[in-house]
């Protein structure tokens, strides 16, 4: 098991906005019928369904929309996310160029702009590995939109400084003022992003008894807020947990259900995570065998999920274990 591809789970669960209503899967409404705001809006909820390209288009009418009717709030925003779009499609140079304009636009006196600025400005220090100036501008965000009852922005500010974090104690520390945000400001449906996190870096301390309990929260929520494929890794965390608490009977009872749903999803890197921890279970009650099966089909899923390139240290490790066994 590798806890790089825990930490990796939980970042993605954590790093989509809650902020924003979701729109059904295939709404759009013409841009020429609406205004700059419900373009944005519409962007947003696009962005939600982890439609990039379709949202970059809609930021970019949006954004349009917005210089042409001199609403400089609007443009603002949807420039940051314009850059935003960009930098998750793997185009950071482009991203660049969009995010200055958006600075060029957003001032401290409209909250909603200059929130949204300082999030995508984040991020941009976040993936050019520059953790100390991404820090001071989560910091800000978090600070300014507590300031501006912006509860929404505030949690994902806060969320982030635990990504980016200099230690697991102020990941915590950060984690949990999150969830207290949370939940003192009714932004529930963030509380299954946030636990997960907190539950990571637990984890990731090998601190387990308190990775499941923050675990089984997460649940509570995801079951509550999120799409189907969070509800399958919340129940996995669970399972996987309580196997590296020697609680085989009880992680069985999650992770079997969790591999016939990731199954029927046809989820590659969900089974084969299921097969992976079934397979140590196997093995640790002495049933080799079987251990094998399971952890030769992890290997199996794995590598359709393409994991040999994308992530070498998970391929080296279940090809490892794997070796070790058949001896």
Same mark, same amino acid.
């Given at each position: 098991?590798?806890?790089? @591809?825990?930490?990796?789970?939980?970042?993605?669960?954590?790093?989509?906005?809650?902020?924003?209503?979701?729109?059904?899967?295939?709404?759009?409404?013409?841009?020429?019928?609406?205004?700059?705001?419900?373009?944005?809006?519409?962007?947003?909820?696009?962005?939600?369904?982890?439609?990039?390209?379709?949202?970059?288009?809609?930021?970019?009418?949006?954004?349009?929309?917005?210089?042409?009717?001199?609403?400089?709030?609007?443009?603002?925003?949807?420039?940051?996310?314009?850059?935003?779009?960009?930098?998750?499609?793997?185009?950071?140079?482009?991203?660049?160029?969009?995010?200055?304009?958006?600075?060029?636009?957003?001032?401290?006196?409209?909250?909603?702009?200059?929130?949204?600025?300082?999030?995508?400005?984040?991020?941009?220090?976040?993936?050019?590995?520059?953790?100390?100036?991404?820090?001071?501008?989560?910091?800000?965000?978090?600070?300014?939109?507590?300031?501006?009852?912006?509860?929404?922005?505030?949690?994902?500010?806060?969320?982030?400084?635990?990504?980016?974090?200099?230690?697991?104690?102020?990941?915590?520390?950060?984690?949990? @003022?999150?969830?207290?945000?949370?939940?003192?400001?009714?932004?529930?449906?963030?509380?299954?992003?946030?636990?997960?996190?907190?539950?990571?870096?637990?984890?990731?301390?090998?601190?387990?008894?308190?990775?499941?309990?923050?675990?089984?929260?997460?649940?509570?929520?995801?079951?509550?807020?999120?799409?189907?494929?969070?509800?399958?890794?919340?129940?996995?965390?669970?399972?996987?947990?309580?196997?590296?608490?020697?609680?085989?009977?009880?992680?069985?009872?999650?992770?079997?259900?969790?591999?016939?749903?990731?199954?029927?999803?046809?989820?590659?890197?969900?089974?084969?995570?299921?097969?992976?921890?079934?397979?140590?279970?196997?093995?640790?009650?002495?049933?080799?065998?079987?251990?094998?099966?399971?952890?030769?089909?992890?290997?199996?899923?794995?590598?359709?999920?393409?994991?040999?390139?994308?992530?070498?240290?998970?391929?080296?490790?279940?090809?490892?274990?794997?070796?070790?066994?058949?001896?």
């Amino acid at each position: 098991m590798s806890l790089s @591809r825990v930490s990796v789970i939980a970042i993605v669960l954590i790093c989509i906005s809650n902020s924003q209503a979701v729109q059904p899967k295939g709404v759009t409404v013409s841009s020429e019928e609406i205004n700059p705001a419900a373009l944005l809006q519409q962007a947003d909820s696009t962005f939600q369904l982890h439609d990039y390209k379709t949202a970059l288009a809609q930021y970019q009418a949006a954004a349009d929309r917005a210089r042409g009717e001199f609403n400089r709030s609007v443009e603002a925003e949807a420039l940051a996310q314009m850059a935003r779009m960009h930098l998750v499609l793997g185009d950071k140079d482009a991203g660049r160029d969009w995010l200055k304009k958006a600075e060029s636009r957003a001032v401290e006196s409209d909250p909603m702009a200059w929130s949204r600025y300082l999030s995508v400005r984040g991020r941009f220090e976040w993936k050019d590995n520059d953790l100390k100036s991404a820090r001071q501008t989560f910091r800000d965000m978090y600070a300014f939109c507590t300031a501006n009852s912006l509860w929404g922005r505030a949690v994902d500010a806060a969320n982030m400084i635990a990504i980016v974090a200099e230690s697991p104690a102020e990941q915590i520390e950060w984690g949990r @003022r999150g969830i207290e945000t949370a939940e003192a400001n009714v932004v529930e449906s963030w509380l299954g992003p946030l636990w997960n996190n907190l539950a990571g870096t637990y984890f990731d301390g090998k601190q387990y008894d308190s990775a499941l309990e923050c675990y089984l929260k997460a649940r509570e929520y995801h079951w509550q807020y999120s799409g189907e494929v969070a509800k399958l890794f919340a129940d996995y965390h669970v399972g996987m947990t309580c196997r590296l608490l020697g609680k085989y009977d009880d992680a069985a009872k999650w992770l079997r259900p969790v591999l016939a749903w990731a199954e029927r999803l046809d989820n590659h890197s969900a089974i084969g995570q299921a097969c992976e921890d079934l397979g140590e279970i196997e093995a640790a009650q002495g049933r080799t065998t079987s251990a094998l099966e399971f952890l030769r089909r992890a290997r199996d899923e794995y590598k359709l999920e393409g994991f040999d390139q994308s992530s070498p240290e998970i391929w080296t490790q279940i090809n490892e274990r794997i070796r070790a066994l058949e001896k």
